[in-house]
Antibody, heavy 121, light 110 residues
Framework: QVQLQESGPGLVKPSETLSLTCTVS????????WSWIRQPPGKGLEWIGY???????NYNPSLKSRVTISVDTSKNQFSLKLTSVTAADTAVYYC???????????????WGQGTMVTVSS | QSALTQPPSVSGSPGQSVTISCSGT?????????VSWYQQAPGTAPKLMIY???NRPSGVPDRFSGSKSANTASLTISGLQAEDEGDYYC??????????FGGGTKLTVL
């Protein structure tokens, strides 16, 4: 059974770079799309971006200038970097798999437990 | 891209049915049958309940159903149970090959 686990610092200073890694266990990272999603405290979900195992990416236009998602198939991991963070980037960050049906790959079928990242000096 | 529009809250009594709407545009909900729904209990990660408008993953009760008309998708929960309480989010694929969530709906079982 595939499981996802986020890891990284829980506290980041303003203007610095937020870096998180998601480790995929119980299955291979190949042939799927992998995504990052965040949820500010008390607010809704926001899609950040996704990466295919081959390395192709797509990002939320509102975050595109600050986001990079990368993949390391040898380690079964994918990562998120968000630059120039502010307090508005404080959120629970989830990694998730985009599952594929016969019709599409557009539903997040497996989620990590989430990791809280606070931006504060 | 703008978030999909959901009602902030809905409520119903046990045994009743409730419907949550998810309004988008012709660039997302209206153009693709790629709408999914998620249930989130407090302090937990979201759980996929419906994918591709009206398909249930294995293990999701058939009390949960989805539909779509034009630019609006809907999630219906019939035979409401106390355990259905929580926040519900819709999501859609878009014409830019991105994904977008709705603002979320809090379901209260009275």
């Amino acid at each position: 059974q595939v499981q996802l686990q986020e890891s990284g610092p829980g506290l980041v200073k303003p203007s610095e770079t937020l870096s998180l890694t998601c480790t995929v266990s119980g299955g291979f990272i190949r042939y799927y799309y992998w995504s990052w999603i965040r949820q500010p405290p008390g607010k809704g979900l926001e899609w950040i971006g996704y990466i295919y195992y081959s390395g192709s990416t797509n990002y939320n236009p509102s975050l595109k200038s600050r986001v990079t998602i990368s993949v390391d198939t040898s380690k079964n991991q994918f990562s998120l970097k968000l630059t120039s963070v502010t307090a508005a980037d404080t959120a629970v960050y989830y990694c998730a798999r985009l599952g594929c049906s016969s019709a599409s790959c557009s539903a997040f079928d497996i989620w990590g437990q989430g990791t809280m990242v606070t931006v504060s000096s | 891209q703008s978030a999909l529009t959901q009602p902030p809250s809905v409520s119903g009594s046990p045994g009743q049915s409730v419907t949550i709407s998810c309004s988008g545009t012709s660039s997302d909900v209206g153009s693709y049958n790629r709408v999914s729904w998620y249930q989130q209990a407090p302090g937990t990660a979201p759980k996929l309940m419906i994918y591709d408008v009206n398909n249930r993953p294995s293990g999701v009760p058939d009390r949960f159903s989805g539909s779509k008309s034009a630019n609006t998708a809907s999630l219906t929960i019939s035979g409401l149970q106390a355990e259905d309480e929580g926040d519900y989010y819709c999501s859609s694929y878009t014409s830019s090959s991105t994904l977008v969530f709705g603002g979320g709906t809090k379901l209260t079982v009275l």
